[in-house]
């Protein structure tokens, strides 16, 4: 995995190992300057921690929170990702599209399975029908770019000035749901 923000680059690598190896979970990278210099090192376990530096000087740098007493009734998800999909007290800035509006996981997430499956088929049923009937999907809010060979989309940021200005309200958005 490559990070760069143009002056600094990150990449780091997850070993391949097999199960019960010993180095399982391992990863390590460097992060280099503009030049290509290393500046610095870092190595850890991506279940246990990231350190900085050279053993046995190095400084932990991140390290994974504990999980919530009640994550095996969340598929084992951390705090942070129980939370993705919560609808706060500003939910009325999101757009209708907005993948926390989804009948379907929300009702998943009260623990009503089978309706959650019959709406789930249901909403997957609405984008067949979209599809047979040759409707297309234009993005909003971002933009192709071709200039590489990569498949690449580009955020435009006008999410953000059409959700405060004057919001979505007075959008026109296809029904998914």
């Known amino acids: 995995m490559v990070i760069s923000n143009g002056n600094i680059t990150c990449k780091i ?8 190896s010993s180095s399982r979970h391992n990863i390590h990278g460097t992060v280099t300057d503009s030049e290509g210099n290393a500046v610095r090192h870092l190595f850890g376990k991506w279940m246990e921690g990231l350190y900085c530096g050279h053993a046995p000087s190095a400084r932990c740098i991140w390290r994974p929170g504990a999980m919530p007493e ?6 084992g998800f951390t705090r942070f990702a129980m939370e993705l999909n919560e609808l ?3 939910s009325d800035l999101l757009a209708t599209t907005d993948s926390r509006h ?8 009260e623990g009503k399975i089978q309706e959650a499956e ?6 997957e049923h609405l984008q067949r029908q979209r599809r047979k009937d040759g409707i297309r999907h234009t993005p909003r809010w971002f933009i192709h770019d071709t200039t590489t060979a990569a498949d690449k ?3 435009t940021g006008e999410y953000w000035n059409k959700r405060h ?6 959008m ?3 029904k998914l749901w």
């Open 13 to 20: 690598v997850f070993d391949k190992t097999k199960y019960w």
């Open 70 to 75: 009640d994550s095996d009734l969340y598929y």
């Open 88 to 90: 706060s007290e500003q």
């Open 102 to 109: 989804r009948p379907d996981q929300r009702l998943l997430e």
């Open 118 to 123: 019959s709406e789930k088929l249901r909403v």
């Open 153 to 155: 989309f580009v955020f």
């Open 165 to 170: 200005d004057p919001g979505f309200s007075e």
């Open 172 to 174: 026109d958005f296809t």
